[in-house]
């Protein structure tokens, strides 16, 4: 991440850093949890991390927002409207009737797929920006990556609100466009 992504976002960053609340040994044992249901829940906040969210698609290019199933769709959905773009809801295997565009990857233990509609509308050339709450593995957003490419879409970066060290995501990135809000851990 370039330095002047941490000073430009550092107003949201510091309001995230005012509400996250941090949950120790969950889901498991030596985590700590990050819970962004505060910063959704406060409006002042939540504004100031859509506003910076939104700041960064548009800087990326964006034609469409896609959010990742789940809270990807609140702060996707959100950008969207502020932006005054569609968005593209990329949910889970399952939960949509066919036709769908599907594409597996790997967890730790087994494995999961993505899906959009397949007729929802024609994609390609459009730019799309991938919006989550958390980069962590970036498995999903390298199988959103994928999923999208092979329609047609360009996926012209990523913007998530927190990034998890250590895990290796910002690596299986590969170095595409990434935007971290929360620059303050």
């Not at 996250?20 to 002042?44: C, H, N, Q, S």
């Not at 036709?99 to 509609?117: F, K, M, R, T």
């Not at 509308?121 to 970036?138: C, M, Y």
């Not at 913007?159 to 590969?174: F, I, M, S, T, Y």
């Given at each position: 991440?370039?330095?002047?992504?941490?000073?430009?976002?550092?107003?949201?960053?510091?309001?995230?850093?005012?509400?996250?609340?941090?949950?120790?040994?969950?889901?498991?044992?030596?985590?700590?949890?990050?819970?962004?249901?505060?910063?959704?829940?406060?409006?002042?906040?939540?504004?100031?991390?859509?506003?910076?969210?939104?700041?960064?698609?548009?800087?990326?290019?964006a034609d469409v927002?896609?959010?990742?199933?789940?809270?990807?769709?609140?702060?996707?959905?959100?950008?969207?409207?502020?932006?005054?773009?569609?968005?593209?809801?990329?949910?889970?295997?399952?939960?949509?009737?066919?036709?769908?565009?599907?594409?597996?990857?790997?967890?730790?233990?087994?494995?999961?797929?993505?899906?959009?509609?397949?007729?929802?509308?024609?994609?390609?050339?459009?730019?799309?920006?991938?919006?989550?709450?958390?980069?962590?593995?970036?498995?999903?957003?390298?199988?959103?990556?994928?999923?999208?490419?092979?329609?047609?879409?360009?996926?012209?970066?990523?913007?998530?609100?927190?990034?998890?060290?250590?895990?290796?995501?910002?690596?299986?990135?590969?170095?595409?466009?990434?935007?971290?809000?929360?620059?303050?851990?």
């Amino acid at each position: 991440m370039p330095k002047n992504q941490k000073t430009k976002y550092s107003s949201a960053s510091a309001a995230i850093s005012e509400k996250i609340r941090l949950v120790e040994d969950f889901p498991e044992k030596g985590v700590v949890f990050e819970d962004l249901t505060p910063v959704l829940a406060d409006a002042d906040t939540f504004h100031t991390v859509v506003r910076a969210l939104s700041e960064a698609c548009q800087e990326l290019g964006a034609d469409v927002i896609g959010g990742l199933d789940a809270r990807g769709f609140l702060l996707g959905s959100a950008v969207a409207y502020d932006l005054g773009l569609g968005i593209l809801a990329i949910r889970k295997k399952g939960k949509l009737p066919p036709p769908v565009h599907s594409e597996e990857y790997n967890l730790e233990y087994g494995s999961a797929a993505l899906e959009i509609p397949a007729n929802q509308w024609d994609l390609t050339g459009q730019r799309v920006v991938l919006v989550d709450d958390v980069l962590a593995t970036g498995g999903t957003l390298v199988a959103a990556t994928r999923l999208l490419e092979n329609i047609g879409a360009k996926v012209t970066g990523y913007v998530v609100v927190l990034e998890v060290d250590g895990l290796g995501g910002r690596e299986a990135l590969d170095g595409a466009p990434l935007v971290v809000i929360n620059q303050d851990k």
